[in-house]
């Protein structure tokens, strides 16, 4: 009977020790589903690999820093961590470098956001609107822990807030869309 394949914990280990397969087996194994959840977040696929490539870079040289499940975690959670990290980065960089109204299409400046897209094709309609219709502090709690599945403490690194601040918006959400969907 041969040796289960390594999880994603160890193989952390292992790239903080320089092991490039272990970075290769890594990247095989979670940029799918990574790429996946940065295209619900942004519909440019130029964003979405520049930040992918930051991000597992940042792996690459941080893998030593992974406290994993000792702490809570997962290394799938650290690295949608350091992902969303890096798409808050280039959006705010974008955000500088603003092209001038006149090249923008006139359709772009009517887009729905790729959250709220996402938003629509997972949820029903009620539910999407009143998901839509929540204060941007707790939708944006809602769609890291339902739409992304984060946990409390992922939600919290994520959102650099702390899980006390997590877990209440998260109820008053869950309160809120009770209410409205009733």
């Known amino acids: 009977m041969g040796e289960s394949p390594p999880d994603e914990e160890a193989l ?5 020790q320089g092991d490039g397969a272990a970075f290769d087996e890594f990247y095989r194994r979670t940029a799918p589903g990574l790429a ?10 130029g964003m979405v690999a520049e930040v992918m490539q930051d991000a597992y870079l940042a792996v690459w040289r941080a893998a030593s820093s992974y406290v994993g499940a000792r ?10 961590t350091i992902a969303a990290r890096r798409m808050v980065d280039a959006y705010r960089l974008q955000a500088r470098r603003p092209l001038p109204h ?13 959250e709220d897209e996402v938003v629509d094709r997972v949820m029903d309609d009620p539910v999407a609107d009143a998901v839509r219709d929540l204060a941007p502090e707790l939708r944006e709690v809602v769609q890291a822990m339902v739409l992304d599945e984060l946990s409390v403490r992922e939600t919290s690194a994520l959102l650099g807030v702390p899980e ?5 918006r998260a109820r008053r959400a869950r309160a809120l869309l009770r209410q409205v969907l009733s």
């Open 164 to 168: 006390g601040t997590v877990k209440t």
């Open 71 to 80: 702490a809570g975690g997962s290394a799938a959670g650290w690295l949608w």
């Open 36 to 45: 996946v959840r940065l295209r619900r977040r942004c519909a440019d696929d």
């Open 12 to 16: 952390l280990r292992r790239i903080a």
């Open 102 to 114: 006149a090249e923008l299409p006139a359709a772009a400046l009517t887009v729905p956001a790729a």
